[in-house]
């Protein structure tokens, strides 16, 4: 089985960075994945990483250490469209590979 | 030109009514999901198709009964609605069975609102 945590809640203010973690625990790892989630709407696919270290696309980066179970996702230049839950996901490595989702984290930004 | 969409996009219905929700996906993908949301806005698994095949069926009462006619479309019928059946539920595709492979990820469809009252 797999557990994912994450902060329920965060405030970071426009133009400012944010780190956003992911800790989890599973019994095989194939990858995880970021999603980003507007009230309301689907969630939208922003980052993968299956190998440890730094991902970078443009404004937002995901980091990897497989060894900690930990993950972090890093918004540089927060943008009042930000303000959305991001969700952590973590791909078992079983015959499925199924993907679990943590609660995901509600990020305002305030001005 | 939407890649996943599903139908209806809010549903009200009355406690034991049978309902279904239709999803087609254009993306020419493998596998297709459906996850249902929380009020708590946890997205949890509850059925994937592979190619038409039925590869994970998660703890979910047996009103619920996915279709799959071809593996562009997923289809979820719900029998006898209770009330804890309200919640948002969203199909996905994936261009394979790992949940997406790279850089992909899952293409989630726009999601239904079901309320049972």
């Known amino acids: 089985g797999q557990n994912i945590d994450q902060p329920t809640e965060m405030t970071a203010t426009e133009g400012a960075i944010v780190q956003i973690n992911c800790t989890y625990q599973t019994s095989g790892f194939n990858g995880l994945f970021w999603y980003q989630q507007h009230a309301g709407e689907a969630p939208t696919f922003l980052s993968y990483n299956v190998l440890d270290g730094l991902e970078e696309k443009g404004r937002f980066s995901s980091f990897l250490s497989r060894s900690k179970g930990y993950s972090y996702l890093l918004l540089k230049e927060l943008q009042m469209k930000d303000s959305a839950s991001y969700l952590c996901a973590v791909r078992d490595s079983g015959g499925y590979q199924k993907v679990t989702f943590g609660t995901g984290t509600k990020l305002q930004v305030i001005p | 030109d939407t890649a996943v969409s599903q139908t209806p996009k809010y549903l009200v219905t009355q406690m034991g009514n049978d309902k279904s929700i239709k999803c087609e996906q254009n993306l020419g993908h493998d596998t297709m999901y459906w996850y249902k949301q929380d009020s708590k806005k946890f997205l949890k698994i509850m059925f994937s198709?592979?190619?038409?095949?039925?590869?994970i069926n998660e703890t979910v009462p047996n009103r619920f009964s996915p279709k799959s006619p071809d593996k562009a479309h997923l289809n979820l019928h719900i029998n006898s609605l209770e009330l804890g059946d309200s919640a948002v539920y969203f199909c996905?595709?994936?261009?394979?069975?790992?949940?997406?492979?790279?850089?992909?990820?899952?293409?989630f469809g726009s999601g239904t609102r079901l309320t049972v009252v």
């Open positions: 198709y592979n190619n038409k095949e039925l590869i």
């Open positions: 996905a595709s994936s261009q394979d069975r790992a949940g997406g492979q790279g850089s992909y990820g899952y293409t």
